[in-house]
């Protein structure tokens, strides 16, 4: 870390999304909600998944890793943003930003890797039913779930590190309403080309290359489903590909705008817009769209309300 830029700036003040009281409101009230939703959601999942053996497959144990993941990420930045929307001072120091970017990349990339997995995941027991426990058995689960998490954290701290070193010439303005990579690096006064040029490489590790791998696995998947006999089959199988089919365009498209672009073509307000998206929106909707309306997950669901409402029943 640079320390002429602990000398030089010792906190940033977040511009945020509105500067009108009236708008901040009204952005207060329905992102509180919205991260309300994030957390029931994603925390009925786990406990859902944790509580009914019939959920205990490695397809809802993958589900239960990308619930968590959503729970943190959207918890480096929610409340953080609600704070400031009611605030006159926005402000946030040196330390808690370069904490806030650190963390909601690591977790950015850890999903990416997940999803990737997860596409994987659904390859092997669409293509290779008989085979399906064999390969991806408990403890390939928690090798591949433990790696996933391990490799998000340690990939993302040469970006880190390379963005903490720029010289930001005492400016403090961050026109977001979080501390961001490419927000960060528009305040540098220096040439940053090899910081971009490792940003863009990192983003064809994480982005481009699980992409990539996910159509690819899709396509074969979409093959070996047309081969299905039974219409009934094929419409649960599609059912299930094109859910995480929306998750994955909804994610990869967002961190793709936001991070695979020079800073001449970024737009703070569009950014901002897209970082809501993929930081608030996604993590909200993964729940609905992935599992809540699974038929094994309502079943699952019920049972559970049944037994809190009536237990002796």
């Not at 991260?35 to 999942?45: D, H």
């Not at 040029?197 to 696995?217: A, D, K, Q, Y």
């Not at 299930?240 to 089919?245: A, F, K, L, N, P």
């Amino acid at each position: 870390m640079s320390w002429k830029n602990e000398t030089a700036v010792v906190e940033f003040v977040l511009l945020g999304l509105s500067s009108e009281p009236t708008t901040r409101t009204i952005l207060f009230v329905a992102f509180l909600l919205i991260y309300v939703m994030i957390l029931v959601g994603n925390f009925l999942i786990i406990t859902l998944t944790l509580t009914d053996n019939n959920l205990q497959t490695p397809m809802y144990f993958f589900l239960t890793n990308l619930s968590l993941m959503d729970i943190c990420v959207s918890s480096t930045s929610v409340p953080r943003m609600l704070k400031d929307l009611l605030s006159a001072k926005r402000t946030i120091s040196y330390i808690e930003c370069a904490a806030q970017m650190y963390i909601s990349l690591s977790l950015g990339e850890c999903e990416c890797i997940l999803l990737a997995i997860m596409a994987y995941d659904r390859y092997i027991a669409i293509c290779y039913p008989l085979h399906y426990t064999i390969i991806i058995n408990r403890s390939v689960c928690i090798k591949i779930a433990v790696g996933t998490w391990v490799c998000g954290f340690l990939l993302s701290i040469c970006h880190i590190v390379l963005t903490l070193n720029i010289n930001l010439c005492g400016r403090n303005e961050i026109n977001h309403f979080l501390c961001e990579v490419p927000e960060f690096l528009s305040l540098g006064c220096q040439n940053i080309m090899i910081v971009e040029s490792v940003i863009f490489i990192v983003g064809v590790l994480i982005l481009i290359i699980p992409v990539t791998f996910i159509c690819v696995s899709y396509m074969r998947i979409i093959v070996s489903i047309l081969k299905i006999s039974s219409l009934t089959g094929q419409n649960k199988a599609f059912s299930t590909c094109g859910s995480h089919m929306m998750v994955v365009a909804m994610f990869y498209g967002s961190a793709m705008a936001v991070y695979m672009k020079s800073r001449s073509t970024s737009s703070p307000d569009t950014d901002k817009i897209i970082t809501v998206f993929y930081f608030i929106i996604t993590p909200m909707l993964n729940p609905l769209i992935y599992t809540l309306r699974n038929k094994e997950v309502k079943t699952a669901l019920t049972k559970l309300l049944k037994n809190k409402m009536f237990p002796k029943l």
